[in-house]
C-alpha cells in the first residue's frame, strides 16, 4: 500500500505516522519561522505578543498577548509561494 504525499511515498507506514506525513509534508512551522514571526507581530501589533511553537502540532503556531491566547498561525505553502494565515475567535462573553 502507497501513501502519496507531495511526491513522496511511503510504503505501509503506521497510521499515525501516514497521517502525520500527509498532513504536515513541507507545511512545518520552522523555528527561525517563529523567531520571524514572532519579531513580526511585536513590531507591527504590539511588543508583548508572542509567537510559540504549538506542543503536539508542528504545522502551525500559537500567538499570546502576554499569558492570553490569541490565535494560531497556519501556512499556505500550496502555490509554492509560503504565506501566513493568522486564525483569532473572538467570543460573545469577550466583547
Known sequence: MLIRSRNLYSAALPVQEAAN???YGDERVKPEEIKKLDAYFKRT???QMV???R???NDSAEVYL???FLGVIYIDDEDG?????FSMAILDVDL
Open 45 to 47: 501589533l504590539n511588543p
Open 51 to 53: 509567537v510559540k511553537a
Open 81 to 85: 509561494d509560503r504565506s501566513y494565515n
Open 66 to 68: 502576554g499569558e492570553e
Open 55 to 57: 506542543p503536539r502540532k
Open 21 to 23: 506525513e500527509i498532513a
